[in-house]
T-cell receptor
Framework: SQKIEQNSEALNIQEGKTATLTCNYT??????LQWYRQDPGRGPVFLLL?????KEKRKERLKVTFDTTLKQSLFHITASQPADSATYLC?????????????FGTGTRLTVIP | EADIYQTPRYLVIGTGKKITLECSQT?????MYWYQQDPGMELHLIHY???????EKGDLSSESTVSRIRTEHFPLTLESARPSHTSQYLC?????????????FGEGSWLTVV
């Protein structure tokens, strides 16, 4: 069956360190992979998108890698800050043509400790 | 910041009551969606729409219904609420032309059926 796994439900990290979150998938061939941030009681907010033919994407302190051979994406936050504490969701877009093809992982809850 | 609004944010209602969750967006997006998310669980697509007079069921079966009479408005209705309907409901929208179909979410509606 189709499955998206994000590493550990919770990740604690010291302020200033690099946080690395993992998204593994099986039985998909996604055209795009997206990362969202979700704060408690709020809707997810889009962060980054990476295409299947891209290896790496950066945006300020964020970096996403996409390895279609390993079926894995890594999401890095460098110089982490307490304000980065949130749940981070990966989402796979199978065809890029409609939300009926967008599948979300359960998320990793990141806590940055001052 | 996305201009997509959901009301009510929080609702406690008795079993058997009819409820409508409102969702409006002012971005002129053609696609709109409803997701359901239980605490700590992944988002599941329950309804989507490609435009006016278009509605489709998502991956997760739901007893709710939706309508799309105007581009900016996508209400979700439960004819007879049950405790199993207790969940967070997230409305979202996107533009067809955006690569990877990036989705903009509302703040969510928390429904509790007692």
């Amino acid at each position: 069956s189709q499955k998206i796994e994000q590493n550990s439900e919770a990740l604690n990290i010291q302020e200033g360190k690099t946080a690395t979150l993992t998204c593994n998938y099986t039985n998909y061939s996604p055209a795009y992979l997206q990362w969202y941030r979700q704060d408690p009681g709020r809707g997810p907010v889009f962060l980054l998108l990476i295409r299947e033919n891209e290896k790496e994407k950066r945006k300020e302190r964020l970096k996403v890698t996409f390895d279609t051979t390993l079926k894995q994406s890594l999401f890095h936050i460098t110089a982490s800050q307490p304000a980065d504490s949130a749940t981070y969701l990966c989402a796979l877009d199978i065809s890029g043509t409609g939300a009926n093809n967008l599948f979300f992982g359960t998320g990793t809850r990141l806590t940055v400790i001052p | 910041e996305a201009d997509i609004y959901q009301t009510p944010r929080y609702l406690v209602i008795g079993t058997g009551k009819k409820i409508t969750l409102e969702c409006s967006q002012t971005m002129g997006h053609d696609k709109m969606y409803w997701y359901q998310q239980d605490p700590g669980m992944e988002l599941h697509l329950i309804h989507y729409s490609y435009g006016v007079n278009s509605t489709e069921k998502g991956d997760l079966s739901s007893e709710s219904t939706v309508s799309r009479i105007r581009t900016e408005h996508f209400p979700l209705t439960l004819e007879s609420a049950r405790p199993s309907h207790t969940s967070q409901y997230l409305c979202a929208s996107s533009v067809s032309a955006l690569p990877g179909n990036t989705i903009y979410f509302g703040e969510g509606s928390w429904l509790t059926v007692v």
